[in-house]
């Protein structure tokens, strides 16, 4: 507007209407501006050529031209937010996630990652709506960060929880129930993890337990058969969860990318970090390159299409790890040779490369092939073999046929044993001075773990 104003003696309030054609490129409007800004820069000095030529930046500047206030304040919020990403990362993130738009959720929970945040799962006793901070390096997934949760069982479950804490399953459908599903969507979520290790289980038990329940407090309302209501009531108490092993790691998996984007409470990735380890020249998700790689990562999100042309088929789908995801093809030439290695959850090694379309990242497959997770031992120190008896029943519920061996460490012989049984992550244990996870060692001595003896050979 001043260059208008200066150099093409154009007045003030004319200058705006130059501004207003200019960002919205209307030349017809800006003709008669045209020639008298020309004119006015050839008498400033430039030859005609050198001032078309600054007209036709002129023009190709106001596709992203903004006035001077608005850029300033623009600069000013970009250096607050960059200070306190830098500084304070958790509670910026916390913050984001609580002010985002749910779809935004999972990338958001991927730079938590990036940063070593972690984002703790939702719990019924813990959680609040909004996400929450739980120290320097962690945060808390917030109630209403689960896809189709509304704000009424949200509120019903902390108004139950102001009177006094919720201690179990039966309790909160007494005090702090709202509808099925609702109570679906947070089963699914792992709100109720800390009472029950099986969500599928659970999703079929409580309906019919809260059946009774309904039953009772609709006889109790009534007034007319008071036996009747007890009788209803005793049913609902001893109405009993059957106690089964976990879900499957896959189930978990597919329960958390339904209702909250992405999951929490296993890293499916984990299993596979002694595969990078041992083929240095393989990468995870996270660490590809520009141009050729070999990625180890998880097959999510997966859509076949037919090409109309011959009908042959092709595949998109995004191939993720623990923290970071990237979109990926698999055109038809490939696909028909390696569609039997490629399908939805499943982990595999894909060779290809990596390339930039119009700012976005895209991951085109040369090769696929199929992957075995290779799982570390976990250990678990104990005063002595005899405590086993006491734990046993408490890690069978993390049983996973394809998990870490599982070794028990007596603290008063030093002798290591080994369990018949395999585990999934044992970290949402609470761990005590008697009871604890060990880095795996052997220590060469027989196993007898009460089902099973083997050997384990002398550590180097």
Known sequence: MQIFHDIGGISLSETDYVRKAI????????????????????????????????????????????????????????????????????????????HSDKKRIPILIAECRKYHIDVLPPDISK?????????????????????????????????????????????????????????????????????????????????????????????????????????????????ILPATQRDTIKQILTYEKQVLGCCLSQKPMCAYQAVLQRNKTWRSVSDVLPGANTLIGAVENMKVIRRKKDGKEFCIFTLQDDATELETVCFADVYERVKEKVD????????????????????????????EPICEPVTVSVPSITAWKELRPILKQYIEPEGSILLIQDRTSGDIYQASFCVGSLQALEWNQEFYLLEAKAAGCTLDVGEKTEKIPKAA
């Open 344 to 371: 939805e959850h499943k982990v595999i090694k894909a060779a290809g490369t990596l390339k930039e379309e119009q700012g976005k990242q895209k991951f085109i497959i040369q090769d696929v092939e199929g992957l």
């Open 23 to 98: 960002t919205k490129k209307n030349g017809g409007a800006l003709k008669p501006y045209q020639s008298r800004l020309l004119e006015g820069l050839v008498q400033d000095g430039m030859t005609a050529s050198q001032a078309d030529r600054f007209w036709k930046e002129l023009l190709e500047f106001g596709r992203y031209a903004f006035n001077r206030s608005h850029a300033a304040a623009y600069a000013r919020l970009a250096y607050i937010t960059a200070y306190l990403k830098y500084h304070d990362p958790a509670a910026y993130l916390c913050a984001l996630l609580n």
């Open 127 to 239: 959680s609040e709506s909004n996400f929450i901070l739980c120290g320097p390096k962690a945060l808390r997934f917030g109630l209403s960060g689960i896809k189709g949760l509304g704000s009424a069982p949200i509120e019903k479950i902390m108004t139950a929880r102001k009177e006094r804490p919720l201690i179990s399953m039966k309790d909160f459908l007494e005090r702090a129930f709202e509808d099925n599903r609702s109570t679906d969507l947070m089963v699914k979520a792992g709100v109720f993890d800390c009472w029950t290790v099986n969500r599928s289980q659970l999703l079929t038990w409580y309906p019919n337990a809260n059946q009774y329940l309904g039953a009772y407090k609709k006889e109790q309302q009534r007034g007319r058969n008071p036996q009747l209501a007890k009788l209803y009531r005793k049913q609902f108490l001893q109405s």
